[in-house]
Structure formats: C-alpha cells, structure tokens
C-alpha cells in the first residue's frame, strides 16, 4: 500500500522516480483504512535527504502509513528555511493531543557537545515524555539513539580517538529476534560517529537486549525486551553517496578527517562506492513495522489509557 504524506512534499517526484508508492492525504480521506501514524522529529541539517531516505524505506510495506514530520521549535535552523518547515513539518505543540503507532527520532550533528549544552534540550526531553503516553513504539538513530539510552538508562557516550567512519561488520547475536528476520548472522552498517556506547553497560540493564554488535565498536542494534524502544546507532538509512559527501564536506572545511574504511573500491575516491547494506535497511524498517502493526492498539487512544 502506498504511504501517505502530506501534499506538495518536493521529495515525492524523487520517491515516485524510484517507485515508491505514495499517496497524498486528502485522496487518502476517502478509504476506509487505518493507516499506521508515523511521526518523524527531523534533527538532521539536510532535512530533504533524511526524508528522502527515511521514506524510502518506510514505503517499502503493504501497508498504509501516514507520515508527518515534525522539527524542534526551540532551535533555528540554519540549513532549511522556516517557511518550510512551517509548511511541511509540525511543532509537538501542533500534535500534543494525538497520539501514534511510531516515532522516529534521527540523528544530529550535536555530538561535540554534552546532552544538556544542545540548545533544544529541554524540548527533546519533552517529546520523549510526551512520546512515552502518546506513541507506541519508537526508533532512535545514531545520536538520537545515544541521547535516549541516556535519557533512559543514564548511560554516557564515550569518545573515540577518531571519527569512526566508513563501512563496518556487525554480528548478528540473537536469533529469531522479530526486528532481525531476514538478517544474515553478518551485514554491513555505515558508521560516521565520534562517540560510542560501552556494550558492558547496555547489558548490565534488564529491560534491554543488545542485538547485533561490533567486536570493536560495541552495539549498533539495541531493541527494549517489549519492543517498544529500538536504538539504532549505525546509519542504514544512508544512501550509496552520503559518506562520500561527508568525506568531502569535511576535507573541504579543512577537518583532519581519514577516507572511510571499506566504502571506495580499492580506496580510490573517484570510484562509486559499492552499496553493501540496502537490503538490511529495508529489513529492519520493514520488521519494525510489522511488529508496530501487530501490536499497536487500532484506538490510539488505549496508548495512554495502557502507559
């Protein structure tokens, strides 16, 4: 079933391109179905390619889904005009009083600063409250997924010697786990990230099962035994090229940044990296949703009556 957005997104010529199915919300009105109500809090600065990418791979689904994104209010952005995300994305203000079967919340580039130094701090804290009584089940990514474990569990990120970037192997280590159908017992993750979190500690809490890790690196799945919370610390969603524009965006402002490992053929630059981890994306996103949908109440309204 197609998935349905709000109308005149820009990115929908870009989806239909690659035949991902979407279907606008007012058309959507005259079915009678229930679509899966999917909030997305954009932290991202290029808010188009996260879209791009995040829909992409929630589209990939028989099942309808309604998507709104949604932006922090405290925080001025300074890549994409308000007007449009005035025009596109809502406030937690806007949508306090409904309630949804997802979150996701994406990553940021706030990493060189302590949690509470991040100038939308405060309101984050309030989506997560809030998404606690008003969302069934909730993704994080990256920064975001390290931001809730510490919000959650009080788990601190810890800094690496240097940038971990480029392509990495994770380790498959639960079987039979719902959100790991389909996964080979290895896959490849794109990593680009500063800081990481100890897998000692992520195990030493109950309510959280460590799902796929690096031997090195630590975690890059970590799911809550009810399935409500999944933290994602790797980028699946990334496209073929985003690693390659963040290799040159970072040599270009004279960062000491080192080529990605296992990501250009031969370590050579001008060849097109080999796309290595597509099809685990969609699994995951694909599992997610189906777990959602099999679980969520169909009255969104039992959310908070159950919390």
Same mark, same amino acid.
């Given at each position: 079933m197609p998935i349905q957005i709000v109308e005149g997104l820009p990115v929908i010529k870009k989806l239909e391109a690659e035949r991902v199915y979407t279907i606008e919300k007012s058309r959507a009105l005259t079915q009678d179905i229930r679509p899966l109500k999917i909030l997305? &809090?954009? @932290?991202?600065? /290029? /808010?188009?390619?996260?879209? @791009?990418?995040?829909l992409r791979l929630l589209g990939n689904t028989p099942l309808q889904i309604d998507v709104d994104f949604m932006y922090t209010a405290t925080h $001025?952005?300074?890549?994409?005009?308000?007007?449009?995300?005035? /025009?596109?994305?809502?406030? &937690?203000? $806007?949508?306090?009083?409904? =309630? #949804?079967d997802g979150l996701i919340i994406t990553g940021a580039p706030v990493e060189h600063l302590e949690y509470d130094e991040v100038d939308y701090y405060d309101e984050l804290n309030e989506i997560m409250a809030w998404a606690q009584t008003h969302v069934y089940a909730r993704i994080y990514v990256c920064w975001g997924a390290q931001y809730a474990i510490n919000y959650y569990y009080g788990v601190e990120k810890i800094d690496l010697p240097a940038k971990l970037f480029g392509i990495f192997e994770y380790e498959k280590l639960v079987n039979n786990h719902p959100l790991l159908r389909g996964f080979d017992e290895i896959y490849r993750v794109p990593q680009s990230r500063h800081t990481r979190i100890d897998h000692d500690q992520l195990t030493d809490i109950a309510e959280l099962e460590v799902l796929t890790a690096h031997q090195e690196f630590g975690p890059d799945l970590v799911a809550t035994k009810d399935l409500r919370d999944l933290f994602v #610390?790797? !980028?699946?969603?990334?496209?073929?090229?985003? &690693?390659?524009?963040?290799?040159?965006?970072? %040599? $270009?402002?004279?960062?000491?940044? %080192?080529?990605?490992? +296992?990501? *250009?053929?031969? +370590?050579?630059?001008?060849?097109?990296?080999? *796309? +290595?981890?597509?099809?685990? =994306?969609? @699994? @995951? *996103?694909?599992?997610?949703?189906?777990?959602?949908?099999? !679980?969520?109440?169909?009255? &969104?309204?039992?959310? /908070? $009556?159950? !919390?």
């Open positions: 997305i &809090l954009n @932290l991202m600065p /290029k /808010k188009e390619e996260t879209e @791009l990418q995040l $001025e952005s300074v890549n994409t005009r308000m007007s449009y995300l005035q /025009k596109y994305y809502v406030t &937690l203000d $806007e949508v306090r009083d409904q =309630a #949804f #610390f790797g !980028h699946l969603e990334y496209d073929r090229d985003t &690693l390659r524009n963040e290799y040159v965006r970072d %040599l $270009e402002r004279g960062d000491e940044i %080192l080529m990605p490992v +296992n990501y *250009f053929p031969n +370590n050579d630059p001008n060849t097109d990296p080999i *796309f +290595n981890w597509k099809s685990h =994306a969609y @699994l @995951l *996103f694909n599992n997610w949703i189906n777990e959602t949908y099999q !679980h969520t109440p169909y009255d &969104l309204s039992e959310i /908070k $009556e159950n !919390h």
